[in-house]
């Protein structure tokens, strides 16, 4: 089996950083054969070892929701990638083996939003699934065409509703991806005395809105103070924040 770890970058949001860090996360903790992949508009700045590739097309303008364009890595053919793809979005933290997550079976594996408890929308900051083989998916993009967002808020929700309609849709175990503001931080007014848990059994934390791991890792006052984080510093030990 070929396995194959992915990201995406575009334009000004994430710097090549980023991309490098991630990139050593990766090499770090994760001890099978793999390729290690971009694909992006501007591959100044990133560090070799990281094989470059361009942006898949994908026409999502008139959307107002930028990560459309991730739906793009499910063109067939995928650059010259074969096999098994995991994703990962660029700002989130390893904390241990990436080996399980090609090592579980299923076609399509992604972690749930636990935002929607009742809702089977999964979070796009992590999935695995084979790459040439849902191609449908992006037909099924442009058959909605721009009136998309009336049916789906953004693109992990049309992605998760797609791969349930293929009878495909599975999630990580809950432990292994882990939402660092819903899962690590302390409650008011606990969180202005604890520092968030660093939670051991998670394998990836994920970092969705504020605060992002910069933010975290510095302290973040936000809200009036209801979501006041105390400098993380055990974050630098993962993803290297402070280099």
């Keep these: 089996m070929d396995r194959n770890v992915i990201c995406i970058k575009w334009g000004n949001k994430f710097g090549p950083e980023y991309v490098n860090k991630l990139y050593r996360m990766v090499e770090k903790n994760l001890t099978l054969p793999h390729r290690f992949v971009c694909f992006t508009d501007n591959a100044e700045g990133i560090v070799e070892g990281v094989e470059i590739r361009p942006l898949p097309e994908l026409d999502d303008s008139g959307i107002p929701d930028r990560m459309w364009k991730k739906l793009g890595l499910f063109a067939n053919p995928l650059a010259d990638l074969t096999g098994t793809a995991l994703f990962l979005d660029l700002d989130i933290i390893i904390r241990s083996s990436l080996n399980p997550f090609f090592e579980i079976e299923g076609s399509f594996l992604i972690s749930k939003d636990y935002d929607y408890p009742h809702d089977i929308?999964?979070?796009?900051?992590?999935?695995?699934?084979?790459?040439?083989?849902?191609?449908?998916?992006?037909q099924h993009f442009y058959n909605e065409g721009k009136d998309i967002r009336k049916r789906y808020k953004n693109e992990q929700m049309f992605l998760s509703y797609e791969m349930d309609r293929k009878g495909l849709l599975k999630y990580w175990p809950k432990d292994w991806v882990v939402s660092f503001k819903r899962q690590c931080l302390h409650k008011f007014p606990l969180c202005w005395f604890k520092t968030p848990r660093d939670p051991e059994e998670a394998k990836i934390l994920i970092f969705h809105g504020r605060p992002t791991p910069e933010e975290a890792y510095k302290g973040y006052f936000g809200k009036g103070g209801f979501r006041y984080i105390k400098p993380t510093k055990w974050l630098d030990k993962y993803w290297e924040i402070s280099k």
């Design 121 to 138: 929308v999964g979070n796009s900051s992590v999935y695995r699934f084979e790459i040439g083989k849902h191609a449908d998916i992006i």
